[in-house]
C-alpha cells in the first residue's frame, strides 16, 4: 500500500526549494529599508509620540485627565488592557496548541503570531500599570520583602493579573526565543557582516545542526508547548475573574471565563490576519503563508465567532432566568439604553459580520477578509467598553447614575497603545525573519520521507 505523506502537510506553493525558502525569508533582514518602510515606521511613530506626550501629561497632571468618573471609576484603561490581553492570545494558540495537535499548516504563521503575542502583552501590561494612578509605586505589586512591612493582597483579582500576565510574557518569550535559535544560526552562516555574524553567533548560542542539537530542541520546544497551552486558557480565565468575582450586576456571571478565553482567541486571530495580509504581499510570502493558511485561520475566527454570539445570548438567558430585576436592568439597558450604539456595534462586528466566513469565496478573498477581520477587532474593544462601562454607569441609586465621556486624552493613549505595538511589529519585521526557516523547511516537498512500494534490495 502505497501513503502519500504529502496530503498531510501544509502546502508551501511555487515549488520552492530549501534554499529559495531561506533567501526568501532572509531578504527583507539582508536589503536595506526602504521609502515604504521609512513611512510605515514614521506613521506608528507618530502613533506612538501622541500616546507618550499623553501619558506623561496624565503622570504630571494626574489623571482627572481620563474621563473616568463616579460611578465609572474604570474607563479605557481596562478596556484597553482587556483588549490587548486578548490580541494576545492567538500566537500561543497557534504556536502551541495546535503543535501538541500536530497541525503543521501552523508552520507558515506561526513566528509572527507568537511575535504579535510578545508585542500585544507589552502593550497589555502598560495599562494596569497607570491604571493604579502612582505607576512609581508599581513596584509594590510584587510580593517581596521590603521595609514598610507591606505586603500584597492575594486575594484581589488585579494582584492575579500581575502574575498571570507576568508568567505569560515570560513562558511566550522563552518559547519565541527557542523558536529562534536554528533561525538564528543559518542567518549566521550565511551573513557576510562581522557585526551580524557576532550578534548571531551570541543568539544561536553555539547551535550546529547536529541530531544532537535537533533532540534536545525538539524535546525542549515540546516541553514549552505543554507549559504555554494552560496559560493560553488561565490568562484571560483570570483576567475574567477581575469582573466575574464582583457582586456588581452585569458582572458577576460564570460564564465570563469561556466567554472571555473564545473572545480572546476570536480577537487574536483577527489581528493576525489583519497583519499577515499586508505583510505576505509587501514581503513575497504569498507561497509560504498561502490562501490556505488565512482560510483556515478565518474558520476559527467563524467557530470562535459562534462562540462569543453564544455567550451573548446566555448572558441575557441568564439574567431572565436568574429573575433579579437589577442584573435584568443592566442587560436591558445595555441594549437599550445611552451606550445602545456601542452594544449593537459590538453585536454586529462580532456575531453578525462574522457570518460571512460560511462562504468559501469569502473566506478567499483579500478584500471582503480585510473588512471583516477589521471589523471583528472594532467589535471586540467595544466589548470590552461594553462589559465595563456599561456595567458601572448605571448603579443601584438613580441619583448617582453617570455618563462615561472619553477624553481626548483617554483616545491618545489608545492610539499611543497601536503606534507602539505596530512600531515593534515593523521592527520585527527588518531584524528577524518572520517565517520560521527550520520548520517551513522541514514541511516542503522533498524534506518528508517518501514511500514508493515495493521491496528494497
Same mark, same amino acid.
Given at each position: 500500500?502505497?501513503? /502519500?505523506?504529502?496530503?498531510? %502537510?501544509?502546502?508551501?506553493?511555487?515549488?520552492?526549494?530549501?534554499?529559495?525558502?531561506?533567501?526568501?525569508?532572509?531578504?527583507?533582514?539582508?536589503s536595506?529599508?526602504?521609502?515604504?518602510?521609512?513611512?510605515?515606521?514614521?506613521?506608528?511613530?507618530?502613533?506612538?509620540?501622541? =500616546?507618550?506626550?499623553?501619558?506623561?501629561?496624565?503622570?504630571?497632571? =494626574?489623571?482627572?485627565?481620563w474621563?473616568?468618573?463616579?460611578?465609572?471609576?474604570? =474607563?479605557f /484603561?481596562?478596556?484597553n $488592557?482587556?483588549?490587548?490581553?486578548g490580541?494576545g492570545?492567538?500566537?500561543?494558540?497557534?504556536?502551541?496548541?495546535? $503543535?501538541?495537535? #500536530?497541525?503543521?499548516?501552523?508552520?507558515?504563521?506561526?513566528?509572527?503570531?507568537?511575535?504579535m503575542?510578545?508585542?500585544?502583552?507589552?502593550c497589555?501590561?502598560?495599562?494596569?500599570?497607570?491604571?493604579?494612578?502612582?505607576?512609581?509605586?508599581?513596584?509594590? %505589586?510584587l510580593?517581596?520583602?521590603n521595609?514598610?512591612?507591606?505586603w500584597?493582597?492575594?486575594?484581589?483579582?488585579?494582584?492575579?493579573?500581575?502574575?498571570?500576565?507576568?508568567?505569560?510574557?515570560?513562558?511566550?518569550?522563552?518559547?519565541?526565543?527557542?523558536?529562534?535559535?536554528?533561525?538564528?544560526?543559518?542567518?549566521?552562516?550565511?551573513?557576510?557582516?562581522?557585526?551580524?555574524?557576532?550578534?548571531?553567533?551570541?543568539?544561536?548560542?553555539?547551535?550546529?545542526?547536529s541530531?544532537?542539537?535537533?533532540?534536545?530542541?525538539?524535546?525542549?520546544?515540546?516541553?514549552?508547548?505543554?507549559?504555554?497551552?494552560?496559560?493560553?486558557?488561565?490568562?484571560?480565565?483570570?483576567?475574567?475573574?477581575?469582573?466575574?468575582?464582583?457582586i456588581?450586576?452585569?458582572?458577576?456571571?460564570?460564564?465570563?471565563?469561556?466567554?472571555?478565553?473564545a473572545g480572546?482567541?476570536?480577537?487574536?486571530?483577527?489581528?493576525?490576519?489583519?497583519?499577515?495580509?499586508?505583510?505576505?504581499?509587501?514581503?513575497?510570502l504569498?507561497?509560504?503563508?498561502? @490562501? /490556505?493558511? %488565512?482560510?483556515?485561520?478565518n474558520?476559527?475566527i467563524?467557530?470562535?465567532?459562534?462562540?462569543?454570539?453564544?455567550a451573548?445570548?446566555?448572558?441575557?438567558?441568564?439574567?431572565?432566568?436568574?429573575?433579579?430585576?437589577?442584573?435584568?436592568?443592566?442587560?436591558?439597558?445595555?441594549?437599550?439604553?445611552?451606550?445602545?450604539?456601542?452594544?449593537?456595534? @459590538?453585536?454586529?462586528?462580532?456575531?453578525?459580520?462574522?457570518?460571512?466566513?460560511?462562504?468559501r469565496?469569502? #473566506?478567499?478573498?483579500?478584500?471582503?477578509?480585510?473588512?471583516?477581520?477589521?471589523?471583528?477587532n472594532?467589535? @471586540?474593544?467595544?466589548?470590552?467598553?461594553?462589559?465595563?462601562?456599561?456595567?458601572?454607569?448605571?448603579?443601584?441609586?438613580?441619583?448617582?447614575?453617570?455618563?462615561?465621556?472619553?477624553?481626548?486624552?483617554?483616545? =491618545?493613549?489608545?492610539?499611543?497603545?497601536?503606534?507602539?505595538?505596530?512600531?515593534?511589529?515593523?521592527?520585527?519585521?527588518?531584524?528577524?525573519?518572520?517565517v520560521?526557516?527550520?520548520?517551513?523547511?522541514?514541511?516542503?516537498?522533498?524534506?518528508?520521507?517518501?514511500?514508493?512500494?515495493?521491496?528494497?534490495?
Amino acid at each position: 500500500m502505497t501513503i /502519500d505523506y504529502s496530503k498531510e %502537510l501544509p502546502t508551501v506553493e511555487g515549488r520552492l526549494s530549501i534554499s529559495q525558502i531561506e533567501e526568501l525569508v532572509a531578504k527583507p533582514l539582508d536589503s536595506k529599508p526602504d521609502k515604504k518602510f521609512f513611512m510605515a515606521l514614521s506613521i506608528s511613530g507618530g502613533f506612538l509620540m501622541i =500616546g507618550a506626550i499623553c501619558l506623561l501629561l496624565s503622570f504630571y497632571y =494626574g489623571i482627572g485627565l481620563w474621563g473616568n468618573n463616579q460611578p465609572v471609576g474604570w =474607563g479605557f /484603561d481596562i478596556v484597553n $488592557f482587556v483588549f490587548w490581553v486578548g490580541i494576545g492570545h492567538a500566537g500561543t494558540l497557534i504556536s502551541a496548541i495546535l $503543535f501538541l495537535l #500536530r497541525q503543521k499548516w501552523r508552520t507558515g504563521i506561526a513566528r509572527f503570531a507568537e511575535a504579535m503575542t510578545i508585542f500585544a502583552v507589552m502593550c497589555a501590561g502598560l495599562f494596569p500599570a497607570i491604571h493604579t494612578g502612582r505607576p512609581w509605586l508599581d513596584g509594590y %505589586l510584587l510580593p517581596y520583602p521590603n521595609q514598610h512591612s507591606l505586603w500584597v493582597n492575594f486575594t484581589s483579582p488585579l494582584i492575579w493579573d500581575v502574575f498571570a500576565v507576568s508568567t505569560y510574557f515570560t513562558v511566550s518569550l522563552v518559547f519565541w526565543y527557542v523558536g529562534l535559535i536554528p533561525d538564528f544560526a543559518s542567518l549566521r552562516d550565511r551573513t557576510v557582516s562581522k557585526i551580524r555574524k557576532t550578534v548571531y553567533s551570541i543568539l544561536s548560542l553555539g547551535w550546529r545542526h547536529s541530531n544532537r542539537h535537533w533532540l534536545h530542541y525538539e524535546k525542549a520546544y515540546l516541553l514549552l508547548a505543554g507549559f504555554a497551552t494552560p496559560l493560553v486558557l488561565s490568562v484571560h480565565t483570570i483576567v475574567s475573574f477581575d469582573f466575574a468575582v464582583s457582586i456588581l450586576p452585569g458582572w458577576h456571571t460564570t460564564i465570563f471565563p469561556p466567554y472571555f478565553v473564545a473572545g480572546a482567541i476570536f480577537s487574536g486571530f483577527a489581528m493576525v490576519v489583519t497583519v499577515l495580509i499586508f505583510v505576505r504581499k509587501i514581503f513575497d510570502l504569498q507561497n509560504i503563508i498561502t @490562501m /490556505d493558511h %488565512l482560510e483556515k485561520m478565518n474558520k476559527v475566527i467563524l467557530a470562535t465567532g459562534l462562540m462569543v454570539g453564544y455567550a451573548y445570548g446566555m448572558e441575557f438567558f441568564i439574567a431572565w432566568y436568574s429573575g433579579v430585576q437589577a442584573e435584568q436592568f443592566v442587560f436591558i439597558n445595555r441594549a437599550f439604553g445611552p451606550y445602545a450604539w456601542a452594544y449593537w456595534i @459590538m453585536v454586529s462586528c462580532n456575531v453578525i459580520f462574522p457570518q460571512l466566513f460560511w462562504f468559501r469565496k469569502i #473566506r478567499r478573498s483579500i478584500p471582503l477578509m480585510l473588512i471583516i477581520v477589521i471589523l471583528v477587532n472594532v467589535g @471586540m474593544w467595544f466589548e470590552r467598553f461594553v462589559i465595563t462601562v456599561t456595567s458601572l454607569h448605571r448603579d443601584f441609586l438613580p441619583s448617582s447614575w453617570g455618563y462615561y465621556i472619553p477624553t481626548l486624552y483617554d483616545v =491618545g493613549i489608545l492610539m499611543g497603545s497601536f503606534g507602539l505595538f505596530f512600531t515593534l511589529v515593523i521592527l520585527f519585521t527588518k531584524t528577524i525573519p518572520v517565517v520560521s526557516i527550520s520548520e517551513v523547511k522541514a514541511v516542503t516537498d522533498g524534506a518528508q520521507p517518501s514511500h514508493h512500494g515495493g521491496s528494497h534490495a
